[in-house]
C-alpha cells in the first residue's frame, strides 16, 4: 500500500525553525521526485518546494527562497523540508506529495499522485 | 510570474453537467493536472495531463485543454462531487495553482 506520512509540524515562534520530514513506503522512492505543498487556514493550495529523484536539482517558490531547504534521503524512503525565520505567513498544513515525472512526445509531464495527510506548523507568539 | 485563473465558485443540480474552467497564458503550452478537495481532507488527483484519469476516478470526470483555458467537466454531477477544485501546472519548472474553485452542488 502506498503511503506518505508527514511529521514535524508544530506550534512555534516568529523567527524560529521546523524540520518537517515525510516517510513513504509502497512504491519505488527514488523513482519519484517529492513536492511539498502547503495550505494557510482557509486558503488555496501554495506549491512550496520540489526535488528531483535523485536529489541533484531542487526548486523552491520564491515565498521561501532562502528559508526553506528540500532534501531527501533514498536509503530511507524519506524528504525532509527545513523551514527557517518562519513567520505568521508560514502557517498552515504542509502536504508531502509523491510527484510523477514523465517524457510524452519530446517533453515531459508531471503529477502529483498520492498526497499525504500533513501536517500543522503554527507561526504564533 | 505565470498565473492560473479560475471562476471562484460554480453552482449546479444534481445529474447536470459541472465546468470549472482555469485560464492562463498560453495553457494549452503546458500539462494540466486538476486535484478534488473536500473539507478536512487532502488533495485528490482527479485529471492529469489534461485529459487523463488516474485509477478509480469515475468516468464522469473528463478534462480538456485549449488555447488560454482548460476546462474540468463533470458529468451527472452527484452530491458526492462538492468540493473545491483546483488546477495545477508547471511553467518552467516552477509549480503554479489555480486560486480553486467551490463547486457546489
Known amino acids: 500500500q502506498v503511503q506518505v506520512v508527514e511529521s514535524g509540524g508544530g506550534l512555534v515562534k516568529p523567527g524560529g525553525s521546523l524540520r518537517l520530514s515525510c516517510a513513504t513506503s509502497?512504491?519505488?522512492?527514488?523513482?519519484?521526485?517529492m513536492t511539498w505543498v502547503r495550505q494557510a487556514p482557509g486558503k488555496g493550495l501554495e506549491w512550496v518546494s520540489y526535488?528531483?529523484?535523485?536529489?541533484?536539482?531542487?526548486f523552491y517558490a520564491d515565498s521561501v527562497k532562502g528559508r526553506a531547504t528540500i532534501s531527501r534521503d533514498n536509503g530511507k524512503n524519506s524528504v525532509y523540508l527545513q523551514m527557517n525565520s518562519l513567520s505568521a505567513e508560514d502557517t498552515g498544513v504542509y502536504y508531502c506529495?509523491?510527484?510523477?515525472?514523465?517524457?510524452?512526445?519530446?517533453?515531459?509531464?508531471?503529477?502529483?499522485?498520492?498526497w499525504g495527510k500533513g501536517t500543522t506548523i503554527t507561526v504564533s507568539s | 510570474s505565470y498565473e492560473l485563473i479560475q471562476t471562484p465558485s460554480v453552482s449546479v443540480s444534481p445529474g447536470q453537467t459541472a465546468r470549472i474552467s482555469c485560464s492562463g497564458e498560453?495553457?494549452?503550452?503546458?500539462?494540466v493536472c486538476w486535484y478534488q478537495q473536500k473539507p478536512g481532507q487532502s488533495p485528490l488527483l482527479v485529471i492529469y495531463q489534461d485529459d487523463k484519469r488516474p485509477s478509480g476516478i469515475p468516468e464522469r470526470f473528463s478534462g480538456s485543454n485549449s488555447g488560454n483555458t482548460a476546462t474540468l467537466t463533470i458529468s451527472g454531477t452527484q452530491a458526492v462531487d462538492e468540493a473545491d477544485y483546483y488546477c495545477?501546472?508547471?511553467?518552467?519548472?516552477?509549480?503554479?495553482f489555480g486560486g480553486g474553485t467551490k463547486l457546489t452542488v
Open positions: 526535488i528531483t529523484m535523485s536529489g541533484s536539482y531542487t
Open positions: 509502497g512504491f519505488s522512492f527514488s523513482d519519484f521526485y
Open positions: 495545477q501546472a508547471w511553467d518552467m519548472s516552477i509549480v503554479f
Open positions: 498560453r495553457l494549452d503550452d503546458k500539462y
Open positions: 506529495v509523491r510527484t510523477a515525472a514523465l517524457a510524452a512526445a519530446g517533453t515531459w509531464y508531471h503529477y502529483m499522485d498520492v
